[in-house]
C-alpha cells in the first residue's frame, strides 16, 4: 500500500531560525515527490517537484533532498520568517501517464514565532 | 493569486442534495485537477481532466463526477451529498509537459 509519513506532525521555531521537514514513503513506481505549502484556507502552493535523479532542489530559501534509495525526502528552511507558518505537505506521484497515484502525507504544521 | 479560479466560495446544503463547483484554470492551462480537503482524510485528489477529456482519476466517489468545456473551465458535480463530504474543494491547473499544478482559492462545502 502507497504510504507517505511526515514529521514532526507540528514544528514551532523562532524567526530567523532554521529548520527541516521530513517526509518517508513507500510508493512504487516511484515518479515524482513534491512539497507544497498551504497557509490556512487556501490552496497549496507548489515549492518543489524532484523526479528520481534529482538530489536537491532549491527554491529560495527552500531547498528539498531526495534520497530514493532510502525513500526519504527532507524540506530545509532557511532564516525562517513569520510568513513560513503555514501546513507543508509532501506528495508522492506512483506511475506516469494516465495511470498514476497521487499519495499524499499529513502535513507538517509549522508555525514560526517572533 | 494563482490565476485559477473557484466558484462558489462557500456552499451550505443539506444531505441528499446535489452541487455544482465550477473552476476557471489559468490562461493557457490545458490540464484541470480537482482535490478534496477535509480534516480526517486530508488532500485527496479526484480526477484530472486534459483539454476536456478525462485524464486520470483517483479517489473520486461514484457520486461525484466532473467534466471540462471546450472553453476550458470545468464542473464538480456532487450529488447525494452525505455529512463527510463536508470539505475544501480545490480545483488546480497545469501546462502541457509540466508537472507544476496551480491551485485556486477553493469552494468550501458545508453538508447539514
Known amino acids: 500500500k502507497n504510504q507517505v509519513e511526515q514529521s514532526p506532525q507540528s514544528l514551532i521555531i523562532l524567526e530567523g531560525k532554521n529548520c527541516t521537514l521530513q517526509c518517508n514513503y513507500t510508493v512504487s513506481p516511484f515518479s515524482n515527490l513534491r512539497w507544497y505549502k498551504q497557509d490556512t484556507g487556501r490552496g497549496p502552493v507548489s515549492l518543489t517537484i524532484?523526479?528520481?535523479?534529482?538530489n536537491t532542489k532549491s527554491n529560495g530559501r527552500y531547498t528539498a533532498t531526495l534520497d530514493a534509495d532510502t525513500k526519504q525526502s527532507s524540506l530545509h528552511i532557511t532564516a525562517s520568517q513569520l510568513s513560513d507558518s503555514a501546513s507543508y505537505i509532501c506528495v508522492v506521484r506512483a506511475g506516469g501517464g494516465s495511470n498514476y497515484k497521487l499519495t499524499f502525507g499529513k502535513g507538517t504544521l509549522l508555525t514560526v514565532n517572533p | 493569486d494563482s490565476g485559477v479560479t473557484q466558484t462558489p466560495k462557500h456552499l451550505i446544503t443539506a444531505t441528499g442534495q446535489r452541487v455544482t463547483l465550477r473552476c476557471s484554470p489559468r490562461s493557457g492551462d490545458l490540464s484541470v485537477y480537482w482535490y478534496q480537503q477535509s480534516l480526517d482524510q486530508g488532500l485527496q485528489f479526484l480526477i484530472q481532466y486534459y483539454n476536456g477529456e478525462e485524464r486520470a482519476k483517483g479517489n473520486i466517489l461514484e457520486r461525484f463526477s466532473a467534466q471540462q468545456f471546450p472553453d476550458l473551465h470545468s464542473e464538480l458535480n456532487l450529488s447525494s451529498l452525505e455529512l463527510g463530504d463536508s470539505a475544501l474543494y480545490f480545483c488546480?491547473?497545469?501546462?502541457?509537459?509540466?508537472?507544476?499544478?496551480?491551485f485556486g482559492p477553493g469552494t468550501r462545502l458545508l453538508v447539514l
Open positions: 488546480a491547473s497545469g501546462r502541457r509537459g509540466t508537472e507544476t499544478q496551480y
Open positions: 524532484m523526479t528520481f535523479s534529482e
